[in-house]
């Protein structure tokens, strides 16, 4: 199931919030005492995360399969940087950061209890479950928060920001799993002003721009690259100078 992207939270009734994690997205399934971790794509990523499939073995049923991301802490904010990290190194190495970077294991539905399928349910019956579930586990698993204020939640778009949470996730509260528009993710933006130190790409269609900002000493920071749509390159094109 992935949450379709908005420029703003869904109002009204029937709706909850959920922090959006800046993570890897996996399911994680219990079977005969072993747990496996699978990434959206479905790469295996039990080997990257010794530590997560261990706990989950210890404290979730057999029959019982998690939606979940997977998040690594660092000095107070989440740090993707860590994640890929632990995903490059190979087994043996894997332990030892398993050791020294733990990473938790933030869940947010349940697609199989116990040998139930639970996704003809509504997100509230869902919710119920993993209620139930989250009352043995501890940490590295987690019962992601939720909300059904949406100003609390537009709250945590700005207060989280610090901590890495990238925004916010909207879920219909009657809907089953994996009913298209049911979920809505909604980022939190920050805006500054910044220098478009380059192009990159062909002249008659430009793929990114390399884009930097000034420091207080008058140096310039390269802050990275920003994609382009067709739409935006063709309008970005206008600016470029053309040799004859």
């Not at 904010?77 to 894997?94: E, I, P, V």
């Not at 219909?172 to 980022?187: F, H, I, N, Q």
């Amino acid at each position: 199931m992935k949450p379709q992207p908005a420029e703003r939270l869904p109002t009204g009734p029937g709706w909850v919030f959920e922090p959006k994690y800046d993570g890897y997205r996996a399911t994680i399934a219990v079977q005969v005492g072993t747990a496996r971790l699978l990434s959206r794509r479905g790469t295996d990523l039990t080997p990257s995360f010794p530590e997560v499939a261990a706990a989950v073995v210890d404290q979730v049923p057999d029959g019982t399969q998690l939606d979940a991301e997977v998040v690594i802490y660092q000095n107070g904010r989440l740090s993707f940087d860590a994640l890929q990290q632990r995903m490059a190194t190979g087994r043996r190495r894997a332990l030892t950061l398993a050791r020294e970077t733990p990473a938790t294991l933030m869940v947010f539905d349940v697609l199989a209890d116990q040998g139930i399928d639970p996704t003809a349910e509504p997100w509230t019956r869902r919710r119920e479950r993993l209620e139930l579930l989250a009352t043995s586990w501890r940490p590295p698993i987690q019962l992601t928060p939720y909300t059904d204020d949406v100003e609390e939640a537009a709250g945590w778009m700005e207060a989280l920001a610090p901590m890495g949470i990238e925004g916010v996730v909207a879920k219909r509260v009657s809907a089953r799993y994996g009913v298209a528009g049911s979920w809505v993710k909604v980022k939190h933006r920050q805006s500054l002003e910044g220098v478009v130190g380059a192009v990159i790409g062909p002249l008659q269609r430009p793929e990114a721009l390399v884009v930097g900002s000034w420091d207080e000493d008058g140096t310039l920071r390269i802050l990275g690259r920003a994609p382009l749509t067709p739409r935006q390159a063709a309008q970005i094109d206008r600016y470029i100078p053309h040799c004859p």
